[in-house]
């Protein structure tokens, strides 16, 4: 239409090890305040990925030792490629990609802000490393104070408070010789600080934190791994992209008073001078995926118990199509139930928990495209409500 003006918007991801925030942005011009007009949460299914991958490897190794069908191993073409990664890693890459992908056939993006990496790493492990301006900005304590918050779990960790302010306690006093590197550094409570004085840890109780405080935290560098290839996957969409730290977006949220959530983490990344969240309603989405590789059924113990149809429709609907079934009296599974179909070739659905569905009762409401939707009025998980597209 002749005069219509769209109005330029940016997508903001807060990648997550279980979960990804996302938030579409009016842009504006540097330094402007951001106006929020969509917020979403994307949570993974890397976890399940990992175990149906140890599944499978469990039913190779049963076919191998049972004399079975096997077939030679081959070394041919078995290479990995520069930049793998294990699929429960890959999925989580892949679902942010899909949901960008698709942010942009809806809305007129003209650019990608990415929080690359969740900690400066090399600025925690060298704190005395060259440059001022790197090291003693606004920003300076920030991406440390981010790193022990994950590392222990939000809690002190000589008497284990949580929802307390929180200070950071060197294992080894500064005064006897202790360091700023992250791995001398623990989160305490005022109390436990204040008692603990010029003790080391082990003088004052507890030597395992000295142990604890030591270890890596293996989940934040496996998640920067997965943020450095998503960043990569996401510029072939060919929009610019900005990449950016999870210390900064904890220090936008902390100066604009924005509750933690995972949408409003993505809703803070990159630079701004302030942000408006606009309607706090957040949509859900739950990586589902898109089926089995395998064409056997198995039970809990292995073993199968019959071969899945190789005819993937029934009657007009699929295994985890979204349906409504409404199945009238005296029959035994009379009501109305809505949930994930399981179909079968005699007509005989299961829908959610219930099975013995016959197909005739059911209407689809939603195709199975690999998620689930739902939607959360406010920052409190506990306010969580899911909900059926179309119900």
């Known amino acids: ?198 003790q080391t840890a082990s003088e004052f109780g507890h030597p395992e934190v000295e142990k604890q405080a030591r270890i890596p935290l293996k989940d934040a560098s496996a998640v920067n791994a997965t943020r450095f290839a998503l960043v990569e996957r996401l510029g072939q969409l060919g929009l610019p992209i900005g990449t950016w730290s999870g210390g900064r977006t904890r220090w936008n949220r902390a100066r604009w008073g924005i509750e933690k959530t995972h949408a409003h983490d993505a809703l803070c990344v990159g630079d701004m001078a302030g942000v408006e969240k606009g309607r706090d309603l957040t949509l859900e989405i739950s990586a589902t995926g898109r089926g089995s590789h395998c064409r056997t059924n198995v039970d809990n113990s292995g073993f199968p118990r019959g071969k899945f149809s190789r005819q993937k429709r029934v009657r007009g609907f699929s295994t985890g199509d979204l349906v409504r079934a409404t199945v009238p009296k005296p029959l035994k599974t009379a009501g109305r139930h809505v949930g994930r179909v399981a179909v079968r070739a005699s007509g005989s659905f299961r829908v959610g928990k219930i099975d013995g569905i016959n197909s005739k009762y059911c209407l689809l409401l939603q195709r199975a495209d690999g998620y689930e939707y739902g939607q959360r009025t406010g920052p409190t998980p506990n306010k969580e409500r899911r909900f059926p597209p179309h119900a």
Not at 13 to 20: E, N, Y
Not at 29 to 35: A, D, L
Not at 64 to 80: E, I, M, V
Not at 109 to 119: C, D, G, M, N, Y
């Open 1 to 198: 239409m002749e005069g219509s003006h769209l109005q330029p918007v940016a997508l903001k991801l807060d990648p997550g090890s279980k979960t990804t925030g996302m938030a579409l942005v009016e842009e504006t011009e540097q330094g402007e305040v951001h106006h929020g007009v969509h917020l979403a949460e994307l949570s993974h299914r890397g976890e399940e990925v990992h175990k149906r991958m140890g599944k499978r490897a469990g039913y190779r190794r049963r076919r191998r030792s049972a004399n079975l069908r096997y077939r030679p191993a081959r070394f041919q073409n078995r290479r990995r490629k520069q930049g793998w990664l294990p699929p429960s890693l890959r999925s989580r890459i892949e679902n942010a990609l899909t949901w960008a992908t698709r942010y942009r056939r809806w809305v007129p993006l003209t650019s990608i802000e990415v929080e690359r990496v969740k900690f400066d790493l090399s600025l925690m492990q060298n704190p005395e490393i060259e440059g001022v301006a790197y090291q003693r900005g606004e920003l300076a304590g920030w991406e440390c104070r981010a790193y022990l918050l994950e590392k222990f779990g939000r809690r002190c960790v000589y008497c284990g408070k949580q929802e307390v302010p929180f200070e950071i306690d060197h294992v080894c006093p500064r005064s006897r010789g202790g360091t700023d590197r992250v791995s001398n550094l623990v989160l305490s409570c005022h109390d436990c600080n204040q008692a603990k004085g010029k």
